[in-house]
């Protein structure tokens, strides 16, 4: 058994598909059109055949208060892995991100959290060196 | 002693802005630091500011290495807003809580103080 996709749960399909790929830097990698929403999953350019992460419809009543509450806790829905959090820090500035939590220490990792615009938080982390 | 003490509180700025505390307010703020993770929650405060639940909880197991539950910490925000040693504010639809201290001075001119 393999963990081919995972999702968000977004407000507006198309608005994700451009935060998540012009702004993050994903690339779309499944695109198919299922009644009024879209089977759109998008992958990291730095692993194309990785799990892949949809860019889920979030009608159902059940969301939006669900989202609404994590973002009140400052609780990211997912989290992505980066290389170096403050060069993607200040490029993701540069792009008018915006940050609830700048780069900080969290024992093992430096991580960061950022507002995807479509009603989630995202964490960034980046592992330390041991 | 005594009349040295007396002297000191009228000369105290605080008490201009923050009204006394009743007995039950002042029992709210004991209860409030009757309890070893509140005290940490306090402490953590003191050193970051204007942190979400998340970040609390993250940093809590990251700086002490024990793992505190989100429902657990809540709780505990929950008494510590009430004994107003907790402050809310909004960024954008994101609750941050900082640390109010005047209650624990409050705490010192009223009680501990006269023993101290």
Same mark, same amino acid.
């Given at each position: 058994?393999?963990?081919?996709?995972?999702?968000?749960?977004?407000?507006?399909?198309?608005?994700?598909?451009?935060?998540?790929?012009?702004?993050?830097?994903?690339?779309?990698?499944?695109?198919?059109?299922?009644?009024?929403?879209?089977?759109?999953?998008?992958?990291?350019?730095?692993?194309?055949?990785?799990?892949?992460?949809?860019?889920?419809?979030?009608?159902?009543?059940?969301?939006?208060?669900?989202?609404?509450?994590?973002?009140?806790?400052?609780?990211?829905?997912? $989290? !992505?892995? %980066?290389?170096? &959090? /403050? =060069?993607?820090?200040? +490029?993701?500035?540069? *792009?008018?991100? $915006? !940050?609830? %939590?700048?780069? &900080? /220490? =969290?024992?093992?990792? +430096?991580?960061?959290? *950022?507002?995807?615009?479509?009603?989630?938080?995202?964490?960034?982390?980046?592992?330390?060196?041991? | 002693?005594?009349?040295?003490?007396?002297?000191?509180?009228?000369?105290?700025?605080?008490?201009?802005?923050?009204?006394?505390?009743?007995?039950?307010?002042?029992?709210?703020?004991?209860?409030?630091?009757?309890?070893?993770?509140?005290?940490?929650?306090?402490?953590?405060?003191?050193?970051?500011?204007?942190?979400?639940?998340?970040?609390?909880?993250?940093?809590?197991?990251?700086?002490?290495?024990?793992?505190?539950?989100?429902?657990?910490?809540?709780?505990?925000?929950?008494?510590?807003?009430?004994?107003?040693?907790?402050?809310?504010?909004?960024?954008?639809?994101?609750?941050?809580?900082?640390?109010?201290?005047?209650?624990?001075?409050?705490?010192?001119?009223?009680?501990?103080?006269?023993?101290?």
């Amino acid at each position: 058994m393999r963990i081919y996709v995972t999702s968000v749960l977004v407000d507006d399909q198309s608005k994700a598909e451009d935060f998540y790929t012009r702004v993050l830097g994903f690339k779309v990698k499944h695109d198919v059109p299922l009644g009024e929403h879209r089977w759109l999953t998008v992958v990291s350019p730095e692993n194309p055949e990785g799990t892949e992460l949809l860019l889920e419809p979030g009608e159902h009543p059940a969301v939006p208060p669900y989202k609404a509450a994590l973002v009140v806790d400052g609780i990211p829905a997912t $989290s !992505f892995q %980066v290389d170096n &959090l /403050d =060069a993607e820090y200040d +490029r993701l500035r540069s *792009l008018g991100v $915006s !940050f609830t %939590v700048k780069p &900080l /220490d =969290a024992g093992t990792v +430096r991580m960061a959290v *950022l507002d995807d615009t479509c009603g989630n938080l995202i964490q960034l982390v980046q592992m330390k060196v041991a | 002693m005594r009349r040295a003490r007396a002297g000191f509180l009228t000369c105290n700025n605080f008490i201009a802005y923050w009204a006394p505390m009743n007995d039950d307010e002042l029992d709210r703020v004991f209860k409030a630091l009757g309890d070893p993770t509140r005290r940490r929650i306090i402490d953590r405060l003191r050193e970051r500011p204007r942190q979400s639940l998340f970040e609390l909880c993250a940093l809590s197991v990251a700086q002490d290495g024990k793992a505190l539950s989100r429902q657990a910490i809540t709780q505990h925000l929950d008494l510590l807003e009430k004994a107003g040693l907790v402050q809310v504010e909004w960024s954008g639809r994101t609750k941050l809580h900082s640390l109010n201290p005047a209650p624990l001075r409050e705490a010192v001119r009223l009680w501990l103080r006269a023993h101290l």
